[in-house]
Nanobody
Framework: QVHLVESGGGSVQAGGSLRLSCRTS????????MAWFRQAPGKEREGVAG????????TYADSVKARFAISRDSADNTLYLQLNNLKPEDTAVYYC?????????????????????????WGEGTQVTVSS
């Protein structure tokens, strides 16, 4: 069973940075997609960034491109999301997700409204709050 545990959220002022971590276990196939989503109060969950395997190619939503960076440390099975130049509109619960469909990391799928529900495995989320 795939298990995902996020950490690293917190409260920062606008312009600040955070690094989110997603400790992963139980992934048994070589082809898969790992992604970060976020959900702000009263809003739909949305795709933020994705990384497919075995040949990682990062994808990003336009709203975070050039500010966020997704990466993975294979040595400790951890997915990261570096959040830079944070804005109040980045305030949300951030979720780590995984699926054995590598194609889910294609940008057109990742950012499609509602597509998040196709991902099979989810973490519990970590809160990011950005004050102005």
């Amino acid at each position: 069973q795939v298990h995902l545990v996020e950490s690293g959220g917190g409260s920062v002022q606008a312009g600040g940075s955070l690094r989110l971590s997603c400790r992963t276990s139980g992934i048994t196939y070589s082809n898969y997609c790992m992604a970060w989503f976020r959900q702000a109060p009263g809003k739909e969950r949305e795709g933020v960034a994705g990384l497919d395997f075995p040949d990682p190619t990062p994808t990003y939503a336009d709203s975070v491109k050039a500010r966020f960076a997704i990466s993975r440390d294979s040595a400790d099975n951890t997915l990261y999301l570096q959040l830079n130049n944070l804005k109040p509109e980045d305030t949300a619960v951030y979720y780590c997700a995984a699926d054995y469909s590598r194609a889910y990391c294609r940008r057109e799928k990742l950012i499609w409204p509602g597509f998040w529900s196709n991902f099979a495995f989810w973490g519990e989320g970590t809160q990011v709050t950005v004050s102005s």
